[in-house]
């Protein structure tokens, strides 16, 4: 069975400092994977997504980058964290065979910048 | 452009029934999902709608009109439990995922 873990569960940084966030995919192979942010009370905002290894394209403009240096690990970074950057960071992969779409996600890494 | 609107808190009492709309205007359509999302903790999968229609899975239910750009997620026989937000999310033409803010559900006993 397919599995995602992130890591780490929190996070408390202050700002300025640089940021790394991780997240792998375990039982499949070739995932789309995504990373959501979603602020308190708030909807899931798609900050990056990746077809495949290297790939990544951004929907939105910010301070945040990502990586896709293997087939099942994705990483969120940044270089100097903003105040704004605060929240709850989901990582989701699908399935590029789109047999049901669904997304399935991580338990997520609450990150509060101070 | 794009556009998903959920009501952004409902009450209901333990027991009853409760209904949860979804209006969307999206670039195309390839399926509709409801989540459920407890505070603090990642979203799962409830339901996913592509046709026309009513799915129902077991006290869950949701409704699909493409034509009107409408959905429903209806909840039987609420527990405590069912304290959580509920998220409509559509698939648009190119495969990305629209979600709306969500729906905060509170159940009074």
């Known amino acids: 069975s397919q599995t995602i873990h992130q890591w780490p569960a929190t996070l408390v940084q202050p700002v300025g400092s640089p940021l790394s966030l991780e997240c792998t995919v375990e039982g499949t192979s070739n995932p789309n994977l995504y990373w959501y942010r979603q602020a308190a009370g708030r909807g899931l905002q798609l900050l990056f997504y990746s077809v495949g290894i290297g790939q990544i394209s951004s929907e939105v403009p910010q301070n945040l980058s990502a990586s896709r240096p293997q087939d099942r690990q994705f990483i969120l970074s940044s270089k100097k964290l903003l105040l704004s950057d605060s929240g709850f960071y989901l990582c989701?992969?699908?399935?590029?065979?789109?047999?049901?779409?669904?997304?399935?996600f991580g338990p997520g890494t609450r990150l509060t910048v101070l | 452009g794009q556009n998903i609107d959920q009501p952004t808190e409902m009450t209901a009492t333990e027991g009853a029934i409760v209904q949860i709309n979804c209006t969307y205007q999206?670039?195309?359509?390839?399926?509709l999902f409801w989540y459920q999302q407890h505070a603090g903790e990642a979203p799962t999968f409830l339901s996913y709608n592509v046709l026309d229609g009513l799915e129902e899975k077991g006290r869950f239910s949701s409704f699909l009109s493409r034509s009107k750009g409408y959905s429903y997620l209806l909840l039987k026989e609420l527990q405590m439990k069912d304290s959580a937000s509920y998220l409509c999310a559509v698939i648009e033409s190119n495969y990305q995922l629209i979600w709306g803010a969500g729906t905060k559900l509170i159940i009074k006993p």
């Open positions: 999206t670039s195309g359509f390839n399926g």
């Open positions: 989701a992969w699908d399935s590029p065979l789109r047999t049901t779409n669904e997304q399935f």
